[in-house]
């Protein structure tokens, strides 16, 4: 029998060396007669661990809800015709529980029979361990790490490998974390006492192992002499996750490390820290599968070490952005986010750099027009530079580092024409589908196949409209720079017609919630933390401000969302990212103790409202000048003066705050609408610029609507609803 969750990994079991069964039969029969009482009247059955239809890895941890009277020993549990009835027992928690394992890929139907031959049935759907399970066809080529990561060769294409584990210790004498061996124990040992007031001594056991084609690694305080069941975690863990998501971003094809789990201010306070590289926007720049993995990373923690009160995430730039994505398309899977030195998604991002890029490209041919800050939008002109020089390079298809593969696999219009290419939207590729015929170009007409449909238009988009308005540019200027800076074809290659977005793709960045949905954000506390750097920066203050323009518009308010404003440090192309200690353990804290109202509250009102009426007292805007060093400040106008926030290119051309209108409608070109004179010669220009008309930022994007939550692109890109989890049924 495979008791392993993963492909040759084992579980906790009778069979390793720490495992201690503590159920005697009397002790069974009590803590059964407890669960009695608040059984339902009639059979149900219920997966603990993930929903029905998501399983992954062939197990599942499984409850089985019985009448009052009657005994476990009536009950026949049947996995289709299998009978696995002795995985169940009434555990230490009182309940009637078991891990089923060896379920097929696919359906699986699982009955548990009373005599009379009534009962329920629940039909769980397995996914393989390597994935995917709702984020649609996995991208390739794809290179395995296990090797590197010191789990041995992988086992499978999906590079499946069997888990390991280590133990590491905090010395009471460095106060580093160093390498455990429980046969001849350290004498520097450290204790450590968790927030439910456990002492025990710091030791972390360290789970490392495969899923979803992602390396993951799982860390917990830890006595090396018992063993884990999820129905009797061991008393170090407080049943709570922090998840470190990983910064940057890049569309590697690669198995890559995660994030490093060894978090003293979680673990020394008993919290579980986990995280797959997967969760690293620097290696995945996939949301859904960001996600995916997140999922079922959860699903082997508590299948394997018991449930989980609340999920936490952190994590600064793409780290940031992830959380914001993943807490609004996937709700559940994150209840709380400290995003740092963020970005409110990764397409409404994208306009910045593509766009900054652009204009570099024009004013370099254009040497005698000025420059000012007023026509980016940002404090200064190095920030344009900041994001052309870290992550334009990011949209160029044949950069083999871009994807982290050899560049013989990667795309060149010449000689490699069906290589990888290693940019963002062909990554996501799942996600939006390939260009339609009527839009390709030369090699795609040659390899018969469309790229992936790309998330950008800038079509009406009047670059410097507010430098005109305010004086800072002259109309000549303003009509020279639209008419001529065009945008860029799906390699790159600069073109002197704007970029024009599809209507397919618009619905889907709406609807699948890659232009992050704030409405899907309201039961999520956040704390935004904001490392103030204006100067040759891209993590620039106005990105906090966009996520809660859009709570505003799309909740009424902000009440779930507060933003901390630290200094910055010097930036390096734009870098400024750490946050100072003090103030990161200040966020952490608040957060878990926002969850913790939340949890507590057991009113029967909706989430959100307890989100906002459950809120500490504490957990109000601040700003910190000295980085907490002399605490911080509340007082709003003190801190706008000192840590001001600027615009972005979109903003500065007229656009909203909120920053989601990816294709913007279109009005007529008027000069009624300016408050200058142009020439004849001016206006023709513009005329040719905009011959559709001009953005009309008084109304929403073209195709912009809410988003549906729980999508899977299984049946093909665009996505479907998941919909509802299927749950148990009465035999009939």
């Known amino acids: 029998m495979t008791v392993g969750r993963y492909a040759g990994a084992h579980r906790l079991t009778r069979s390793h060396p720490g495992m201690r069964w503590s159920l005697a039969l009397a002790a069974s029969a009590l803590v059964f007669l407890a669960a009695q009482a608040t059984a339902s009247a009639a059979v149900r059955i219920e997966t603990l661990s993930n929903r029905a239809d998501l399983i992954s890895g062939g197990d599942a941890l499984v409850r089985v809800w019985l009448p009052k009277a009657t005994q476990p020993s009536e009950v026949k549990v049947l996995v289709g015709a299998r009978d696995v009835t002795s995985a169940f027992v009434v555990r230490p928690n009182g309940e009637y529980e078991g891990i089923l394992s060896e379920l097929n890929v696919g359906a699986n139907v699982v009955k548990a029979v009373l005599p009379n031959g009534s009962g329920a049935q629940l039909t769980l759907t397995d996914h393989p361990i390597g994935g995917p399970v709702f984020s649609g066809p996995q991208i390739e080529p794809w290179v395995c790490g296990t090797e590197t990561a010191g789990l041995g060769p992988p086992t499978d294409a999906q590079c499946d490998a069997p888990s390991a584990y280590r133990y590491e210790y905090k010395s009471s004498v460095t106060g580093q974390f160093q390498s455990y061996n429980a046969a001849s124990p350290p004498s520097d040992v450290a204790s450590t006492t968790t927030d439910q007031g456990v002492t025990m001594p710091y030791i972390v056991r360290v789970e490392k192992g495969a899923a979803d084609r992602g390396l993951y690694e799982i860390a917990v305080l830890d006595d090396p002499s018992r063993g884990w069941e999820p129905w009797a ?116 991002t994208a306009p910045d750099v593509g766009e900054c890029h652009g204009l570099i490209a024009y004013f370099e041919k254009n040497p005698s027009e000025p420059w000012i800050s007023q026509i980016d939008g940002h404090h200064d002109p190095s920030d344009c530079e900041a994001w052309n020089a870290t992550f334009w390079p990011v949209s160029e298809p044949g950069r ?43 090699v795609e007409r040659r390899i018969g196949e469309g790229f992936a449909n790309r998330p950008f238009d800038n079509v009406g988009v009047q670059y410097g409209l507010k430098a005109l308005q305010s004086g800072l540019i002259t109309p000549a200027e303003f ?39 704030a409405r899907q954000l309201a039961t999520v506390p956040i704390i935004d933390l904001r490392g103030w750097s204006e100067t040759a920066e891209i993590h620039t203050s106005v990105y906090s401000y966009m996520m809660r323009a859009r709570l505003d518009a799309q909740n009424g308010d902000h009440r779930n969302q507060i933003i901390w404003t630290y200094q910055g440090t010097a930036p390096i192309l734009g870098m400024s990212v750490a946050v100072a200690p003090e103030i990161a353990l200040k966020s952490f804290l608040l957060i878990d103790k926002w969850l913790s109202s939340v949890e507590a509250d057991h009113r029967a009102v909706p989430q959100a409202q307890k989100v906002r009426e459950d809120k500490p007292g504490e957990a109000v805007d601040a700003c910190f000048p000295d980085n907490g060093e002399h605490g911080e400040v509340t007082e709003t106008s003190v801190c706008e003066a000192k840590f001001p926030h600027y615009e972005t290119t979109r903003m500065a051309a007229g656009g909203p705050l909120s920053g989601q209108i990816l294709k913007c409608q279109l009005k007529p070109l008027s000069p009624s609408e300016y408050n200058v004179t142009f020439t004849e010669a001016e206006w023709t220009q513009l005329q040719q610029a905009f011959p559709a008309g001009v953005c009309d930022y008084s109304k929403p994007g073209v195709d912009e609507q809410p988003s549906i939550p729980w999508m899977s692109f299984q049946q093909g890109p665009g996505g479907r609803p998941l919909g509802h989890a299927p749950t148990s049924k009465p035999l009939t």
């Open 233 to 348: 975690s061991q008393a170090g863990w407080n049943h709570k996750l922090l998840v470190p998501f990983g910064a940057s971003t890049a569309p590697h094809h690669s198995q890559d490390a995660a994030t490093s789990v060894l978090v003293d201010n979680a673990l020394s306070r008993g919290f579980m820290v986990a995280d797959s590289g997967l969760n690293v926007q620097g290696s995945d720049a996939n949301a859904n599968v960001s996600a995916e993995a997140l999922m079922m990373l959860k699903e082997h923690i508590i299948d394997s070490y018991g449930p989980i009160r609340h999920t936490i995430g952190e994590g600064c730039s793409g780290g940031g952005l992830q959380q914001y994505m993943v807490a609004s398309m996937y709700p559940g899977l994150l209840n709380g986010i400290q995003p740092n030195c963020s970005f409110a998604d990764m397409w409404s």
């Open 400 to 442: 083999a580092s871009n994807c982290n593969l050899p560049q013989s696999e990667v795309y060149n219009p010449e000689t490699n024409p069906r290589g990888a290419r290693c940019e963002l939207q062909d990554y996501q590729k799942d996600i939006w589908g390939p260009r339609p015929q009527s839009e390709w170009g030369p």
């Open 479 to 517: 009509a020279s720079l639209n008419a001529k800076v065009g945008c860029f074809d799906v390699d790159v290659n600069p073109t002197s017609q704007r970029c024009v977005m599809n209507t397919k793709t618009a619905i889907t960045a709406y609807r699948t919630g890659q232009i992050t949905d």
